[in-house]
């Protein structure tokens, strides 16, 4: 497979599994892991569901993924206590990436994986010492067995879909937050995904309990080395959010065009949470993300912001869903897509409102710019609305950037780069405001290097 | 010059020169073809220029991109500015002044005069044009030129859909960059801004042809007798 060979520290050497999917693999996994016996019997019941769904019937060509063709489990590097200690090569990754800069002067907490395992993690003194739990999952199933095992895969149960099987039988890294009641954290928590090897599939699980009146902000990032082979991302982010908690999670997803990038995202949340949701993607040859949020206790809410930019070969097949089931719940779901050459974005926005829902509310807007005639766009929204005291809207825009606004950008000496560029950045701004600000500059950043590759 | 548009040939054959420091007024009824004499001077690609030349300074201008032209000092206050949504007006302009060698300290101060200047100050952060007024719309481009201290101002219709207060900022925001050295273009229908302002010439302008030129007098022979009154 041509591995590249990574300088090791601890002498145990690389740890990879043998490629494909079999029980024997899952046994592995786990043994290598020391898990509890819950776990394994939930992988293997996960790998038996897997094995009878269905590929998703909608959306985006999946044939590509080979499962027989994966490495489920690769521990590139030994976790460390310090960025010094890591391997060169990955340490220089994150420090261009600018992690080590962002843990001193804007985090709470921050954690690097690199392909199946966390290498890194640090959370401030203050915030450990209010209670709060950020461990990597593995550790987390060890010191908090109970707390972890009460929700695992609760929210998204492997029958949901065929990724979320796929996901239980072979998860591997990811973070445990959890919050103790009435405790705000004040900065955001960060982890940084990295997939580094190959033919390695990445399959994290992000677990996050906010107990009751607390608050948190946890952010996600992600990157992968460009290679030519398929590569399979298939992480899962389940929050439960209790009474008058508030959890934002914000995803900046760069991933190298040869990525398939197919996620599970949800979370609950009961009587007068906060939900909210910030997507940013960029990157990844295929995605599928759908963020959804289960509005459970009264007047619970969501916001759920998606921005993404298309380019070509690029399939992004995005969306939101608000599930509401109790009274004077309310949710807004708003996308921004930009769409260059031959590429297609797709935003599937779904709100449902059972009988027992008065008085929710809930509104989906999408926009799209295409920058390209042969730029492809779908929206399909689904109000699902089962009462009759409800407040539910849906719109939908798809334009072009005008002659005229082009044109009188670059009457103020404006070069058309320049005037495009400032207009895509426009167009995204009402999602991008939502962005911490040291995030929104790189994310820029990373816009205006998309959008100078994209017009060569 | 002539000029076509959409293969309709709109200018037909027009000639005129502006001079530093100087307020020229661009008069005609509707469709005589001012707004494609701005538009063509300024560079839009769907305005052809079939025959003629455009002189910046001796610096022939005519092949260059419109944002060479505004690098170079030429500026276009749009009768119809369109909106930018999530743009705001500083970020903008501040692009611009970049452009057009401003230093940014310079800007600063100078754009905060002049939103000061053009009774703007509650429009600075807003997003360019969005749910402007018309009379907030014209303000802004004329702020826009005194941010950018251009060496020739076209101005399309700086004062149509504008109230009485509004006609006056204008005005002496005009009169200030004359001035400050800008050759200006006035393209207007009505002379009423005309008597806020020491025109220098008067060019009138019908079916792509300039009929008559003059001085301030001709402004008001057309606010007397009308455009067919003049019309050679």
């Keep these: 497979?041509?591995?590249?060979?990574?300088?090791?520290?601890?002498?145990?050497?690389?740890?990879?599994?043998?490629?494909?999917?079999?029980?024997?693999?899952?046994?592995?996994?786990?043994?290598?892991?020391?898990?509890?016996?819950?776990?394994?019997?939930?992988?293997?019941?996960?790998?038996?569901?897997?094995?009878?769904?269905?590929?998703?019937?909608?959306?985006?060509?999946?044939?590509?993924?080979?499962?027989?063709?994966?490495?489920?489990?690769?521990?590139?590097?030994?976790?460390?206590?310090?960025?010094?200690?890591?391997?060169?090569?990955?340490?220089?990754?994150?420090?261009?990436?600018?992690?080590?800069?962002?843990?001193?002067?804007?985090?709470?907490g921050l954690g690097a994986q690199v392909d199946s395992e966390v290498v890194y993690r640090s959370i401030l003194e203050e915030?450990?010492?209010?209670?709060?739990?950020?461990?990597?999952?593995?550790?987390?199933?060890?010191?908090?067995?109970?707390?972890?095992?009460?929700?695992?895969?609760?929210?998204?149960?492997?029958?949901?879909?065929?990724?979320?099987?796929?996901?239980?039988?072979?998860?591997?890294?990811?973070?445990f937050v959890w919050v103790p009641e009435g405790v705000e954290v004040a900065i955001p928590l960060q982890a940084y995904f990295r997939m580094q090897t190959q033919g390695v599939g990445q399959f994290e699980h992000t677990l996050i309990v906010a107990e009751p009146g607390s608050s948190v902000h946890y952010i996600e990032g992600c990157s992968a080395p460009r290679y030519t082979k398929a590569a399979l991302h298939s992480g899962m982010v389940e929050i439960v959010v209790k009474e008058g908690a508030h959890v934002r999670f914000t995803t900046i997803q760069n991933w190298s065009r040869n990525v398939y990038n197919l996620n599970n995202k949800r979370a609950v949340a009961y009587a007068g949470a906060t939900m909210d949701w910030v997507s940013g993607s960029l990157g990844s040859k295929v995605t599928m993300l759908y963020p959804s949020t289960i509005l459970a206790g009264k007047g619970a809410k969501t916001e759920n912001l998606s921005f993404s930019f298309a380019r070509n070969?690029?399939?992004?097949?995005?969306?939101?869903?608000?599930?509401?089931?109790?009274?004077?719940?309310?949710?807004?779901?708003?996308?921004?897509?930009?769409?260059?050459?031959?590429?297609?974005?797709?935003?599937?926005?779904?709100?449902?409102?059972?009988?027992?829902?008065?008085?929710?509310?809930?509104?989906?807007?999408?926009?799209?710019l295409l920058l390209s005639p042969e730029a492809e766009t779908e929206t399909i929204p689904t109000l699902d609305v089962r009462n009759h005291e409800v407040e539910v809207g849906h719109e939908a825009t798809v334009g072009r950037v005008s002659r005229d606004q082009l044109f009188y950008l670059m009457s103020r000496g404006l070069d058309e780069a320049e005037a495009l560029s400032l207009i895509i950045n426009g167009f995204v701004s009402p999602i991008l405001k939502e962005i911490p600000f040291e995030y929104a500059v790189e994310l820029k950043r990373l816009l205006e290097m998309s959008f100078a590759e994209a017009i060569g | 010059m002539v000029v076509t548009v959409e293969g309709k040939k709109i200018l037909k054959g027009i000639s005129l020169s502006l001079e530093k420091g100087k307020i020229h007024a661009l008069m005609g009824p509707n469709g005589s073809g001012k707004s494609t004499l701005a538009f063509a001077l300024a560079g839009h690609p769907d305005y052809l220029i079939e025959e003629g030349r455009i002189f910046l300074n001796s610096e022939d201008i005519t092949k260059l991109p419109p944002h060479e032209r505004a690098r170079r000092g030429l500026f276009l206050g749009f009768q119809y500015p369109p909106e930018v949504e999530g743009v705001r007006l500083r970020e903008f302009l501040r692009l611009a002044a970049a452009n057009c060698h401003e230093p940014f300290c310079e800007f600063q101060k100078l754009y905060l005069e002049s939103l000061a200047y053009f009774r703007m100050d509650e429009l600075g952060e807003r997003e360019l044009n969005v749910g402007f007024s018309g009379g907030e719309k014209k303000r802004s481009e004329l702020l826009q030129m005194r941010v950018l201290r251009p060496k020739v101002a076209l101005l399309d219709e700086p004062d149509s859909g504008v109230d009485v207060d509004g006609l006056r900022l204008i005005a002496a925001g005009i009169e200030e960059a004359a001035r400050l050295g800008t050759a200006v273009l006035l393209i207007t229908h009505y002379p009423r801004i005309l008597e806020h302002l020491p025109i220098s010439k008067v060019f009138v302008l019908d079916d792509g042809h300039i009929v008559r030129e003059g001085g301030p007098e001709l402004a008001w022979e057309i606010e007397r007798s009308g455009y067919e009154a003049v019309r050679g």
């Design chain 1, 127 to 175: 915030v450990r010492a209010q209670g709060v739990i950020f461990e990597p999952m593995e550790e987390a199933l060890k010191n908090h067995p109970d707390l972890v095992r009460e929700h695992f895969m609760k929210v998204i149960p492997p029958e949901d879909n065929k990724f979320a099987a796929l996901h239980g039988a072979v998860w591997s890294g990811g973070t």
């Design chain 1, 1 to 108: 497979m041509g591995d590249r060979t990574l300088r090791l520290r601890g002498g145990e050497g690389m740890k990879r599994t043998s490629v494909g999917l079999t029980a024997e693999l899952i046994e592995e996994i786990s043994r290598e892991k020391g898990e509890p016996r819950w776990m394994l019997e939930h992988r293997l019941r996960a790998l038996e569901i897997f094995r009878e769904l269905p590929m998703p019937r909608f959306g985006p060509d999946l044939s590509e993924v080979d499962f027989s063709d994966i490495s489920y489990y690769l521990r590139t590097v030994e976790p460390v206590g310090s960025w010094e200690e890591l391997p060169e090569e990955i340490r220089r990754t994150f420090e261009e990436l600018g992690l080590p800069e962002a843990e001193r002067k804007a985090l709470a």
């Design chain 1, 313 to 368: 070969g690029q399939w992004l097949d995005l969306g939101a869903k608000a599930i509401h089931l109790a009274p004077d719940t309310s949710s807004r779901l708003v996308s921004r897509s930009v769409v260059q050459g031959k590429a297609k974005s797709v935003f599937r926005g779904k709100l449902y409102v059972a009988p027992e829902a008065k008085g929710a509310k809930g509104h989906v807007e999408c926009s799209t």
